[in-house]
Structures are given as structure tokens and as C-alpha cells.
């Protein structure tokens, strides 16, 4: 039966050379078809933000995991993973671990009316279906490493990934621009009377003030795809929300905080250290790195603050010698159990304050190790 089904494709094969070759014109109209055929498929096939949204139609119910204390891009994440999701009748929870302490994320959290729920274990995980923003590997709760995300959408370097579906952009200067493409590629209008799918004012806001935070209003690890998100969610966004989430009210401690990495600040060259003691509120240490970096002369600065029996450090750059992420990681790595990393212009890390020796009391000779790191000296 296959002998005569080939012979018969054979055969109509020939017939159809015959007549090309008789008509030569036929040629070009089948090429024109043909280039026709696969420009249609082209327009037609899924982009990113298609396949990211099947992947959540195929559940009812999924859990959004923004990383431990969420800044505004990933609440702005999480809340258009959210929209994507409904716009499929698929029910997203927005959960989170540690905490919003910082002045603007918690403003971004009361004045967007964002609806987080805080967790501490994995039992605490509302659904099997786990889709992280914003970072690629579950943290900061117990039972984390057993959580086997279902997708990733994130701009940090690292290796996790999703089981389905990963989209992990190191170039990106943030993950609300990644999700903004997914909303345009979908259809979703940026007028709010459109007849179609439509931003609201809310999730316009959220996540143009997320790329805006992340990229210090455009002027740090930005490329054009955060201007085009913006220029397309501005019509939409919100300006009086957006003036109330970025001028938020500023407590006495960070005040006082910002004071003490002020008054203690250690500088050589260009480069500063401070250690401010204890701190309740550690949102206030990246506060006062960024407010030290600004100071004239200086390039770099590394504040750190005891907080619940670890030392906590936070680093930012202007300076294309310094990758304040790397930095901290190679000033902290002597240590045992120290989690340090971040991007070439902040960075982060902790250390428990029972693996410092004592020689090393008020930090003295970690500060030397960070001006090393920053020196490029280690």
C-alpha cells in the first residue's frame, strides 16, 4: 500500500515539473506563494507573552512568589502577572516572604491598594503552580529549595528556571519591562476606552513607577525597551498616584540612620565604607548607600548595619571600575555562610555576626576588605 501511495506522489511530482517547465511564469507565482505562506506564519506565530499566558490557562488557580521584601518592580510584576492571568479566568495569589518596610514600597503597597499575602514556609504556598518575578530561584522561607517553580519571568542572573515556560533577560534594566511586552503583544490597549482589553489606571501605574524605581528613573541599567514600556504606559498611569508613591513620608530612624553613615563615614579615594550600628529598620541601609554615593568626590559606597544578630551590607556604584555586586560577594566570601550579590551598580549581602571573629569587632577589617574589593585588590 506505501509502494503505490509513493509511486502516485511520484508521479504527480512529475506531472507538476512537466507543467513548471512548459509555463516557466508558474515558477515565480509558486515562489510568491511560497514567500507569501511563510511571512503569514511568521505573523502568526506566538510571541513571548502568547506562550507565557497559555502556560497559565492551564491552570485554575497559580501563586505568583515575588522574592523576599518586594520592591516596586516586582509588586509591578506580580500584579500584571495577575492580569495576564485573569484575562484567561485563571485566579493568581500574590505572595511574598520577609517584609515592606521601605518608605516607597510600602506607599507602592497602600496607595495601589495591592493585595499581598505575606508567607513563612512552603506550606504557606497557595497553589502547586508557582511563577516567580523578579528573581529565578525560590528564597527566604523554609522549605524554599523544594519549590520547583512552573515558570520564571526575571532580568537577574542566576540559574533557576521554570519547568514550562522562562524568560530571563540579564539585559533588561528591570521585570516590569518584560512584563509591559507581554501586555502589549497580547493586545492590551493603552487607551482607557477601548472597545478591546485595556490597562487600568492601576496596573499602568504600578508597573511604569516599577521600571522607573529599577532603573533610578531611567538613568541606571536602562535600554530602550524601559523607554518604549514607559512611553506606552503613560497614557494610562496615574500621575498624582505616581507623585504619592515617590515622595512618601520618611520615618526618624532612616533620618537618623542616613545621619550616623554620614557622621561615620570612612573615605579613601573615591571610595566609602560606613557602619552604623544597629538598625531595626534595614530598608534604611540602601537608603543611605544611595544617599553616600551622591556626596562629591565619591563613586562608591558600602553602608552596613547589625540587625537581628547578622551584619547586613549594602553597596551602590556610579563607577564603571566598581561591580558593587561583585564586589561585596569577594569582600564577604572569607566568611562562612555569607550570601552576598547584586547588579554592577548596588549590591547586597549578610553575614551572622557569630562568624565574624573577634579581632574583627566594629568591622574594621571587613571595611578593608570592601575598599580591597572596590580597589580591585582581591
Not at 72 to 87: G, Q, T
Not at 145 to 153: I, S, T
Not at 319 to 324: F, G, I, L, T, Y
Amino acid at each position: 500500500m506505501q509502494s503505490e501511495i509513493a509511486a502516485e506522489i511520484t508521479a504527480v511530482g512529475r506531472e507538476l515539473f512537466q507543467v513548471v517547465t512548459q509555463r516557466p511564469e508558474l515558477l515565480a507565482v509558486i515562489a510568491i506563494a511560497f514567500l507569501f505562506a511563510a511571512a503569514l506564519l511568521w505573523y502568526l506565530r506566538p510571541t513571548i507573552g502568547d506562550r507565557f499566558v497559555d502556560a497559565l490557562a492551564e491552570y485554575d488557580r497559580i501563586t505568583v512568589l515575588m522574592h523576599p521584601n518586594p520592591d516596586p518592580d516586582a509588586m509591578a510584576s506580580a500584579m500584571a502577572v495577575d492580569s495576564l492571568a485573569r484575562s484567561v479566568d485563571t485566579k493568581a495569589d500574590i505572595q511574598y516572604t520577609g517584609k515592606i518596610r521601605h518608605p516607597e514600597n510600602r506607599a507602592f503597597e497602600t496607595v495601589l491598594n495591592c493585595e499581598f499575602d505575606r508567607i513563612e514556609t512552603v506550606e504557606d504556598i497557595s497553589s502547586e503552580t508557582v511563577v516567580l518575578v523578579d528573581h529565578n530561584e525560590p528564597r527566604g522561607f523554609e522549605g524554599a529549595e523544594n519549590v520547583e517553580p512552573y515558570a520564571v519571568v526575571d532580568h537577574h542572573p542566576g540559574s533557576g528556571d521554570g519547568s514550562v515556560f522562562t524568560d530571563i533577560r540579564t539585559e533588561r534594566g528591570s521585570c516590569a519591562s518584560i512584563l509591559t511586552e507581554y501586555m502589549r503583544e497580547r493586545g492590551v490597549s493603552n487607551e482607557i476606552d477601548s472597545n478591546g482589553p485595556s490597562l487600568t489606571p492601576t496596573i499602568a501605574t504600578a508597573l511604569l513607577y516599577g521600571i522607573q524605581s529599577d532603573t533610578t528613573s531611567f538613568t541606571r541599567s536602562c535600554t530602550p525597551a524601559e523607554f518604549d514600556a514607559a512611553a506606552y504606559l503613560f497614557p494610562a498611569a496615574d500621575s498624582d498616584s505616581l507623585d504619592r508613591i515617590a515622595n512618601p513620608q520618611i520615618d526618624s530612624e532612616t533620618l537618623e540612620i542616613k545621619a550616623r553613615a554620614i557622621t561615620k563615614r570612612d573615605i579613601k579615594g573615591s571610595f566609602l565604607v560606613s557602619h552604623v550600628g544597629h538598625v531595626s529598620n534595614l530598608d534604611a541601609l540602601p537608603i543611605a548607600a544611595e544617599e553616600l554615593v551622591r556626596l562629591e568626590g565619591v563613586t562608591a559606597s558600602v553602608v552596613t548595619g547589625e540587625c537581628d544578630g547578622a551584619l547586613h551590607v549594602s553597596g551602590r556604584s556610579r563607577d564603571d571600575r566598581v561591580h558593587m555586586g561583585k564586589a561585596i560577594s569577594t569582600a564577604l566570601d572569607v566568611l562562612p555562610n555569607a550570601s552576598a550579590g547584586g547588579h554592577a551598580r548596588m549590591g547586597g549581602g549578610k553575614v551572622t555576626l557569630f562568624d565574624i571573629e573577634p579581632n574583627q569587632s566594629g568591622q574594621i577589617e571587613l571595611h578593608s576588605r570592601f575598599f580591597e574589593a572596590m580597589n580591585g585588590e582581591l
